[in-house]
């Protein structure tokens, strides 16, 4: 039991699963619930109307946040390049909430504060075994 509750590295199965779990959903939902609709946006030709929260305009902003809600959480999705994928979504997610429902009610947070929280879980337990990562760059076993 003591091995489930504390596993004693990452390639633990528990921490495997857990990783994969929150990958996909986390993942999955941040590229059709958010990044999908940005990339729309700028396929649509339409004039960009997007917030500039920290001063580098708005069509760069929308770009960004594309780069991160879209193509990052591919990446994580697929395990690949998993731990740095996950800083821009990290930053983008502080970003919401702390500069754009900064003065919104905790509703409003919410959701960019669970998205922070789970990506920074990604960040610390790495894609586990069931990733790109893990097929394409384990480490060797030592042979002596």
Same mark, same amino acid.
């Given at each position: 039991m003591k091995r489930i509750l504390y596993p004693a590295h990452s390639d633990h199965p528990?921490? %495997?699963? %857990?990783?994969?779990?929150?990958?996909i959903v986390?993942?999955? %939902?941040?590229?059709?619930?958010?990044?999908?609709r940005k990339l729309m946006v700028i396929i649509g030709g339409d004039p960009i109307k997007f917030a500039d929260p920290i001063g580098l305009g708005e069509a760069t902003s929308l770009y960004l946040a594309?780069?991160?809600?879209?193509?990052?959480?591919l990446l994580i999705v697929i395990g690949l390049f998993s731990r740095g994928a996950v800083i821009p979504l990290i930053i983008t997610m502080l970003v919401a909430l702390l500069v754009? $429902?900064? %003065? @919104?009610?905790f509703s409003k947070k919410e959701?960019?504060?669970?998205?922070a929280a789970v990506y920074f879980c990604i960040l610390l337990l790495g894609p586990?075994?069931?990733?790109? @990562? $893990?097929f394409?760059?384990?480490?060797?076993?030592?042979t002596e």
């Open positions: 528990v921490i %495997s699963w %857990s990783s994969l779990i929150l990958r986390f993942g999955l %939902s941040m590229i059709f619930g958010h990044g999908w594309v780069f991160a809600e879209l193509f990052c959480a754009i $429902h900064g %003065s @919104d009610p959701m960019a504060l669970l998205y586990g075994k069931f990733s790109l @990562d $893990h394409l760059f384990k480490p060797k076993q030592r």
